[in-house]
């Protein structure tokens, strides 16, 4: 796995000369898969339309392979539109002279996180017949366990029933109130200052640098603040990032450790869970 960099400098936003730059190491584009999720976790920001459909050109132009991952696309705030991945690559691929450089794509969109059904197997999968024939039918079909077909069935109707918009509606405007409630009662009663808030505008998380006296271990500080904040508060954030973190080589920077809370509970836990933090004295200056 090659994770592309995404610096709070640059809001969390993919920067497609990184993935050019990947491309060309990578060597043969048929052994290699581009991933984009463009309602990203774990920062919660929803990416520019002009970056991804800079990356997806890129991919398209070196014949790699495009995994779509659209697990998010239907959790953004209100106002919010999210960004298509999938609708740029179609925009790509209708492009004269397309069919001469032709690409494998997949694009997944589960409901397991717009709806609250994680693991009842709901979803849809797109990509030309050939390969949706293959990894319905045969690794699919095949290879793994048909299940949760009466949970199918039972969510198929429900979405059929007319009550599925307004729970999106509330689902969402939920997440952006807790996001907003959040946000607001770090920088007010903790004295986190604005520019160490990622709140986003996507997903159920959002992300925040831990104190300066944890951001100075830039080797473990994250795991003593979210150990600290465990113990004394009975609290557990995330880590702020989902992969790998090496040593920055000599005379580079140390990315600035953020954690994340998952805006996924009722409001009335993450208030709880904020004010525990304030009461065990887990605030910006004096959380040590």
Request: proline residues 8%.
């Given at each position: 796995?090659?994770?592309?960099?995404?610096?709070?400098?640059?809001?969390?936003?993919?920067?497609?000369?990184?993935?050019?730059?990947?491309?060309?190491?990578?060597?043969?584009?048929?052994?290699?898969?581009?991933?984009?999720?463009?309602?990203?976790?774990?920062?919660?920001?929803?990416?520019?339309?002009?970056?991804?459909?800079?990356?997806?050109?890129?991919?398209?132009?070196?014949?790699?392979?495009?995994?779509?991952?659209?697990?998010?696309?239907?959790?953004?705030?209100?106002?919010?539109?999210?960004?298509?991945?999938?609708?740029?690559?179609?925009?790509?691929?209708?492009?004269?002279?397309?069919?001469?450089?032709?690409?494998?794509?997949?694009?997944?969109?589960?409901?397991?996180?717009?709806?609250?059904?994680?693991?009842?197997?709901?979803?849809?999968?797109?990509?030309?017949?050939?390969?949706?024939?293959?990894?319905?039918?045969?690794?699919?079909?095949?290879?793994?366990?048909?299940?949760?077909?009466?949970?199918?069935?039972?969510?198929?109707?429900?979405?059929?029933?007319?009550?599925s918009e307004p729970y999106l509606r509330a689902f969402r405007q939920g997440c952006a109130d807790k996001r907003a409630w959040a946000a607001r009662f770090l920088r007010q009663e903790l004295g986190c200052p604005a520019e160490a808030l990622c709140p986003g505008n996507c997903t159920s998380y959002f992300l925040f640098r831990v104190p300066p006296p944890y951001a100075a271990d830039a080797c473990d500080g994250v795991t003593r603040f979210r150990r600290d904040c465990l113990r004394r508060a009975g609290v557990l954030l995330g880590a702020g990032t989902m992969t790998p973190q090496a040593a920055p080589e000599e005379g580079q920077a140390m990315a600035v450790p953020y954690v994340r809370m998952f805006l996924g509970p009722p409001l009335s836990s993450v208030e709880t869970a904020l004010h525990r933090l304030a009461e065990a004295g887990m605030n910006w200056e004096r959380s040590c």
């Open positions: 796995m090659n994770y592309l960099p995404l610096a709070a400098s640059q809001g969390f936003q993919p920067v497609p000369e990184a993935l050019r730059e990947a491309l060309a190491r990578a060597g043969d584009p048929r052994g290699v898969i581009v991933v984009i999720n463009a309602q990203h976790n774990p920062t919660g920001v929803n990416w520019d339309e002009d970056l991804v459909a800079d990356m997806v050109r890129l991919t398209v132009e070196a014949r790699a392979n495009l995994l779509i991952d659209d697990a998010y696309y239907g959790v953004t705030d209100p106002g919010t539109a999210p960004t298509s991945a999938l609708r740029l690559l179609a925009e790509r691929l209708a492009r004269p002279g397309a069919g001469d450089r032709p690409v494998r794509w997949l694009a997944v969109r589960s409901l397991g996180k717009q709806f609250n059904c994680n693991g009842w197997g709901i979803g849809v999968s797109i990509a030309p017949p050939p390969i949706l024939d293959r990894l319905v039918n045969d690794f699919q079909l095949q290879r793994s366990f048909t299940a949760a077909v009466p949970l199918q069935n039972a969510m198929a109707r429900w979405l059929d029933g007319g009550e």
